[in-house]
């Protein structure tokens, strides 16, 4: 499991409907996820199936992502779950606490399982667990530098 939590200076109703717009996630993607299309109804709603290809290198062929919305609760809970994923088991809760004075608490928490099973499990000590503490890193940064106005 991840989580990661930042303070963004937005309402949180602002925060949450920039996650509602998964279009957002190719502004927020690390360049090694670079995210290439995105599919489904926007706003998302619970229930919704929403398609995704990243591109992990320039050269690499696309992964794609498909993911169910399985809650919405405005404005502090979106959780979605992958049913197609390089993961064996993915699960995205996007968590937002209003802070007072126009600020919000966001927290990703992530529960997945990697592919490939006892093989798998070694990859996510060694590098997978890594990657994905750094791609949730850089996407809260670019979510707070959106939200603020930043670069």
């Known amino acids: 499991m991840l989580e990661r939590s930042i303070t963004i200076a937005a309402p949180v109703e602002e925060v949450f409907a920039f996650h509602l717009d998964t279009?957002?996630?190719?502004?927020?993607?690390?360049?090694?996820?670079?995210?290439?299309?995105?599919?489904?109804?926007?706003?998302?709603?619970?229930?919704?199936?929403?398609?995704?290809?990243?591109?992990?290198?320039?050269?690499?062929?696309?992964?794609?992502?498909r993911v169910r919305v399985a809650?919405?609760?405005?404005?502090?809970?979106?959780?979605?779950v992958a049913e197609r994923s390089p993961f064996a088991e993915w699960r995205h809760e996007h968590l937002f606490r209003p802070l007072g004075d126009g600020r919000t608490e966001?927290?990703?928490?992530?529960t997945y399982r990697p592919p490939l099973g006892p093989l798998g499990g070694l990859a996510d000590r060694i590098l997978?667990?890594?990657?994905?503490?750094?791609?949730?890193?850089?996407?809260?940064?670019?979510?707070?530098?959106?939200?603020?106005?930043?670069?």
């Open 23 to 65: 279009r957002n996630a190719a502004a927020i993607a690390p360049p090694e996820a670079r995210v290439v299309r995105v599919e489904g109804e926007f706003p998302v709603r619970e229930g919704a199936l929403v398609g995704m290809w990243m591109r992990p290198a320039p050269l690499a062929p696309a992964q794609e992502w």
């Open 106 to 110: 966001m927290t990703d928490r992530v």
């Open 71 to 80: 809650e919405v609760d405005p404005p502090t809970r979106l959780v979605d």
């Open 128 to 151: 997978v667990g890594r990657l994905l503490e750094r791609t949730f890193r850089i996407r809260q940064e670019r979510t707070r530098a959106a939200l603020e106005g930043g670069p």
